[in-house]
């Protein structure tokens, strides 16, 4: 289908510099992370002239959604997450949380929507990294998203990617390059070396460009980034499987 387009996992975990957005906090459980974002949730909505509470509130409900996975609980948790990012950055224009938190929960929705649903989100999730590095060019979340938005349009057939844009009119379905793919992929992972994913997801780009040698030092840096939460122990894996193929 037309429609089924794009396929991509913007990690809301991507770490951002000094001065930014933290990453998304460790957690022991699943019940935790529900439990956590509740108590946010309420607190953000009880005093929605409060900036921080609000990023912060988002920030929890794209650890949970993330958690959650293809469900329609994570659709619904995702949503509200969006929702409480925008209204931090309505308050706050040129804080970076506000825009970059919607950014990350609005791809994180991207992964689990489909059809037009898809599409907006992944558009919403390319504006708003759009405008986090607008405010911070150094901002390594941010150029994660949008390398993987432009590598996840670009893996579509060539019919897909026209038909869509003619039907949608999606800006960023015209706008995508492996060029920018490949060039916030890189900065995203050499602005945070120590995250694992950078140099996964920079590596995966290598290969579908036929770059192998760049993409074995992308899988390789992978594993010996070291490890953070739970997730970047699946990166690794990721890693070596790719590795153990055809390069």
């Given amino acids: 289908m037309v429609l089924e387009l794009i ?12 001065g930014a957005a933290e990453a998304l906090p460790v ?8 439990s956590r974002f509740a108590r946010l949730e309420t ?8 900036y921080a509470r609000l990023w912060e509130a988002a920030r929890a409900g794209a650890a949970l959604g993330a958690a959650l996975g293809d469900t329609e609980e994570a659709r619904k948790v995702l949503r509200s997450a969006i929702g409480l990012a925008g209204a931090a ?3 706050v224009p040129d804080g970076v949380e506000g825009h970059y938190w919607a950014a990350a929960s609005a791809g994180l929705l991207a992964d689990v929507e489909g059809g037009r649903t898809k599409i907006r989100a992944a558009e919403r999730a390319w504006q708003e990294s759009e405008r986090v590095l607008a405010l911070d060019s150094l901002h390594a979340g941010a150029h994660h998203i949008q390398g993987r938005l432009n590598a996840a349009v670009m893996r579509l057939s060539w019919v897909k990617r ?14 995508a390059s492996w060029e920018e793919a490949e060039r916030h992929l890189r ?10 994913v950078h140099h ?12 192998m040698e760049d993409a074995r030092r992308a899988f390789e840096a992978t594993l010996s980034a070291p490890s953070h939460r739970a997730a ?15 390069m």
């Fill in 200 to 211: 996964l997801e920079l590596g995966v780009a290598y290969a579908d460009l036929g770059r």
């Fill in 89 to 91: 950055a309505a308050l």
């Fill in 43 to 50: 607190a953000a909505r009880e005093l929605p002239s409060d």
């Fill in 232 to 246: 970047d122990e699946a990166y690794k894996m990721r890693a070596l499987e790719l590795l153990a193929g055809p």
């Fill in 27 to 34: 957690l022991d459980s699943l019940t935790e992370e529900r």
């Fill in 162 to 175: 026209t038909l869509a844009k003619h039907l949608l009119g999606a800006e960023l379905l015209g706008r």
């Fill in 7 to 18: 396929t991509l996992m913007v990690v809301a975990s991507g770490p951002v510099r000094t």
């Fill in 187 to 196: 900065l995203a992972s050499e602005l945070a070396p120590e995250e694992p």
